[in-house]
C-alpha cells in the first residue's frame, strides 16, 4: 500500500485545497450533536474527554448545553435525563488544549473554531461561564469578539486560529458574556425576515423541521432556505427521540447549503460514514467550500456518472471482541452513494454488493454479482459521498465490520487503494484497505 495511490490524494488529505476568501456562510462544517456524551443520550457520560476525542476526528464545531451546577459552579449535560454532569471549566480546558494542537506545523489546525452554546444557566452562573472563559489564556487570546454594527462578515482567513462562540443572548445576559457571542442564536419565524436579519444571526433546526422545509411539494420554501443559507449560518441537529444516538442522513441538509449539519458522534453508521467521508478534504480540515451553484454564482451541474468495481480487500476486520481466524470468516463488500436523482430526504442508497468470498477475510478477491461494475449517476457531485460497507455474512445477522468512504469530487480515477475504517468509524492504517477501480462515465 501506498498513499500516492490512494483513492484520494495525500495533498488533498494534509494540505488546505480550498480557497480563504470566503465568509463562513459559504463552507460547510464538520460538526457535534451533544458532543460531551458518550453512549447514548438518556443515561449516558458526559465528560471533557469526549471532547477531545471530537475533535482529534476532525469536528470543527462542538455543542455545550450549560446549565447551573448545584454546586454553585455552571455544569454541562443532557438535561431533563440521567446523563452525568461535567464541569464547564473542565470542558473549556480540554477544547482550549485541543482545538488548535499542531497548527504550527499543520494550516488545517488553524481553522476556526466553534463553541454552540444551548445555554439554560441564570445571569449569575452565565457570568461565571464568561469568567471562565477569559480566565484561559489560550481561549481569552483567540476568542472573536462580538461584532459591530455595520460590520462585514470577516472572510475565512480572518478567523483562522479563532474561537467563535455561537449562543442565544437573553435579556438578563450578563454584558461580558454578550461581547463573546460572535454568532447570535435567534428564533425562526419566516425566511423572509430571517434574511433581512444581521449576517451573524443564526437559527438551529431540528431534524422534524427540516422535513417540513424539505418536503417535495415545499419547493418555495426550499428555495428560500437556500437563499438564507447563502448569506447566513444555519444549524440542523438530530429530532431528541432518538436517545440511542443515531443519525439523521446530512446530505439533504447539504443540498439546501446548510452549513452546520451536526450529528451525534457517538455512533458510527451509514449517516456518519457519509460525513466522514465529506470532510476527508481540504486537508481533513473540517471546513468544505460550497459548491458556487448555492451561491447563486453558476447553473446547477449536469448529472455525474461513474462506475465502481471493488477488486479485493486486505485484513478484513471483525466485530468488536471477535477473534475468528481469516480462514474461517466469510464477507462481502456493499457500495452505495448519496446524493442520488430521487433520493429524498432520509433515504440513502446502498443496493449494490459483491459476492461473498467464503473461507478468506486475509485477502478475498471480490466479483459484483452480475460480474459488471457498480454503476451510479450522481446528481450533484460535489455533495456526493461514495459509502463502502465491509460484511461478514453470517446466518440471519450479516453484521459491518467496517467502512471506507469518499467524497466523489476528490475521488482519483483508476486503480485506487482506500483506507478502512473500524466500527467506531476510526481509520485503522495498513494492512487494512480496499483495492477498487473508478470510472468516471461520459
Not at 135 to 162: E, Q, Y
Not at 287 to 309: C, G, H, N, S
Amino acid at each position: 500500500y501506498s498513499p500516492d495511490n490512494g483513492a484520494v490524494s495525500p495533498h488533498e488529505l494534509s494540505s488546505l485545497t480550498h480557497p480563504l476568501d470566503r465568509p463562513l456562510a459559504e463552507y460547510l462544517v464538520c460538526s457535534s450533536h451533544n458532543t460531551y456524551l458518550s453512549g447514548n443520550q438518556l443515561t449516558g457520560k458526559s465528560s471533557a474527554g469526549a471532547y477531545s476525542a471530537a475533535i482529534r476526528r476532525g469536528c470543527r464545531c462542538v455543542e455545550l448545553d450549560v446549565w447551573d451546577g448545584e454546586d454553585g459552579h455552571p455544569s454541562i449535560f443532557h438535561g431533563h435525563t440521567l446523563t452525568k454532569p461535567v464541569g464547564f471549566a473542565d470542558v473549556i480546558e480540554a477544547i482550549a488544549t485541543e482545538a488548535f494542537a499542531g497548527a504550527d506545523e499543520h494550516p488545517y489546525a488553524k481553522m476556526p473554531f466553534i463553541l454552540s452554546f444551548e445555554n439554560h444557566c441564570g445571569p449569575k452562573q452565565t457570568a461565571e461561564m464568561a469568567a471562565i472563559m477569559l480566565a484561559n489564556k489560550h481561549f481569552m487570546a483567540r476568542v472573536v469578539r462580538r461584532p459591530r454594527d455595520g460590520d462585514d462578515p470577516p472572510l475565512m482567513s480572518d478567523l483562522m486560529g479563532k474561537f467563535i462562540v455561537k449562543s442565544k443572548v437573553k435579556d438578563d445576559s450578563p454584558p461580558e458574556f454578550v461581547d463573546l457571542v460572535w454568532l447570535v442564536g435567534a428564533k425562526f419565524k419566516s425566511f423572509e425576515e430571517s434574511i433581512a436579519q444581521p449576517w451573524n444571526y443564526i437559527h438551529s433546526y431540528s431534524e422534524s423541521k427540516l422535513k417540513e422545509i424539505l418536503e417535495p411539494d415545499h419547493a418555495a420554501m426550499r428555495q428560500m432556505f437556500m437563499k438564507y443559507n447563502a448569506t447566513h449560518v444555519s444549524r440542523t441537529y438530530p429530532m431528541g427521540t432518538r436517545v440511542d444516538s443515531s443519525n439523521y442522513n446530512p446530505t439533504p441538509c447539504w443540498q439546501v447549503g446548510a452549513q452546520i449539519v451536526a450529528l451525534n458522534f457517538q455512533q458510527v453508521k451509514s449517516a456518519m460514514i457519509t460525513y466522514l467521508g465529506m470532510f476527508q478534504q481540504n486537508g481533513c480540515s473540517g471546513y468544505v467550500l460550497k459548491p458556487d451553484y448555492l451561491m447563486a454564482r453558476a447553473p446547477m451541474p449536469k448529472p455525474t456518472w461513474f462506475a465502481i468495481k471493488v477488486i479485493s480487500g486486505h485484513s478484513i476486520p471483525q466485530e468488536p471482541g471477535e477473534q475468528k481466524s481469516f480462514v474461517n470468516r466469510n464477507t462481502y463488500v456493499s457500495v452505495g452513494v448519496t446524493a442520488l436523482e430521487g433520493v429524498e430526504y432520509g433515504e440513502s442508497v446502498d443496493a449494490n454488493h459483491t459476492e461473498t468470498v467464503k473461507d478468506n477475510a486475509l485477502t478475498p478477491i471480490y466479483t459484483p454479482l452480475d460480474g459488471k461494475s457498480f454503476k451510479f449517476m450522481a446528481a450533484e457531485k460535489d455533495l456526493s459521498v461514495v459509502t463502502f460497507k465491509l460484511k461478514e455474512a453470517v446466518r440471519g445477522k450479516d453484521p459491518t465490520v467496517g467502512y471506507a468512504s469518499v467524497a466523489l469530487s476528490v475521488l482519483r480515477p483508476g486503480y485506487r487503494m482506500l483506507p478502512v475504517r473500524d466500527t467506531e468509524g476510526l481509520l485503522l492504517g495498513m494492512p487494512h484497505y480496499l483495492f477498487i477501480h473508478t470510472e468516471f462515465l461520459s
